[in-house]
Structures are given as C-alpha cells and as structure tokens.
C-alpha cells in the first residue's frame, strides 16, 4: 500500500500485477518473483528491467520522479520526514504487533490492551507533536512520504477504536489522509476479498470479547 500510494502521488503510470502470497501459493509465486529481485519478496518495482524492490526504496524513487515534492522543503523538516520513514521501516510495526493491517477489515474486533493503547498513544503523541509544529494539515504541512508511510499503521490502530489522550489531536490528519482519492480507491479494492484471520490476533490468557467496531475507512 505504501509504494501504491507514493507512486500514484508522484503522478507515475505503473502497471500492477497482484501477487498472491497466501499459502500454500505462497512459496511458488514468490519464487517466481526471485528470478528478478533479490529478496524475492514484494512490493518490487520494474523499471525498464531494472528492479526497485522494498516500499521505501520504491516510494524514495517515486518522490524524486516527481521532483522532490513529496519531501518538506527545509532541511530539518526532511530530516524529520527521514526519521519517520526509517522508524516505520526499522520497528514502528512492532507497535501492537498482534493488531495486523489485515485485522483492520476483520468485522468484529478484540479490545486492547492495555499495553496496546499506551503504545497507541505514544505513537499519537509523536504525531500530534509534528501537527503542532507543522500546522497541518499533513505531519510538515504538505502531503509527504511520512504522512504515506504511516496510512497502514494509522488505519490498523484506529480500525479498534483505541481511547487515548492524543486522538482528538490527530483526527484532522487522519480524516484529510482518508480523504485522498488514491486512499479511498485501495481502500475499496482491499475491502472486497475475505480477510484471512490470523491465530496471532487474540491474546492468551484475554477473555475473548469480539464485537463491531465500525472502521474508520468505512465512510471513504
């Protein structure tokens, strides 16, 4: 999702093939990714024959096709940007790691933990932090690939309706990131197949409690 998204801000035309990677055609269909990108692993990127694999490569690609403009303009405020790429791409996933992007379509959902809303809150006040600074309406003022890295990660957490301090102070950027055509358009194709449950998502020794929680991508 995050390369789709960067890519289609950047204003590139792509072709997209979807790779099935659930099992057991898993092994196969990323084995026939190998045989030209290394990891063997998607999202990869072709460019004229030449592979650009890892979403933070493809999205530092797509930002400097078009220019740059999907950077902040200061250098402090790239720098920041930066470090917000590379805190999702080194570890941010591990913030409630048991709440996976594919729980967020799942029509009935556990509550949190309490260590999983602490965790949600941390994160929302990092970004609240940037809101203030920036003025809105995207974590440095215009769209960027920080405010793109973090659509997975913000629509899983929401998704289950956590109750913490620092939400009402991210609601306006998360509504103006659900608001973006390119969102609402990934969102509506990935809603439609059957989410696929992971035995990861309940937590042993947690009474289970499923119940509806409407998700915040389900007025997009």
Partial sequence: MRAWLALRAAGIDFEEEIVDIRRPQRFANLKAV???????????????????????AIMEY????????????GLMQRAQARSVLAWQHAGLSNTCARISFESAFYPEKR?????????CERLFGVLARYLA???????????SLADL????????????DP????????????QALLAIADVKEWMRNA???????????LVPGQPIDLHIVPGPFDAA
């Fill in 34 to 56: 190998g045989r030209f990108s290394p990891p063997a692993m998607v999202p990869v990127l072709v460019v004229d024959g030449i592979a650009i694999y890892d979403s933070l």
């Fill in 62 to 73: 797509a930002n400097e096709v078009c220019g740059g403009r999907l950077m902040p303009a």
């Fill in 111 to 119: 509550a949190l933990t309490a260590i999983e809303t602490s965790e």
């Fill in 133 to 143: 600074d920036s003025g809105g309406p995207f974590l440095f003022g215009n769209l």
């Fill in 149 to 160: 890295v973090l659509v997975p990660a913000i629509l899983r957490l929401v998704a289950h």
């Fill in 163 to 174: 109750v913490v301090p620092s939400r009402d102070a991210i609601d306006a950027w998360m």
């Fill in 191 to 201: 809603s439609v197949p059957p989410p696929i449950w992971s035995d990861e998502y």
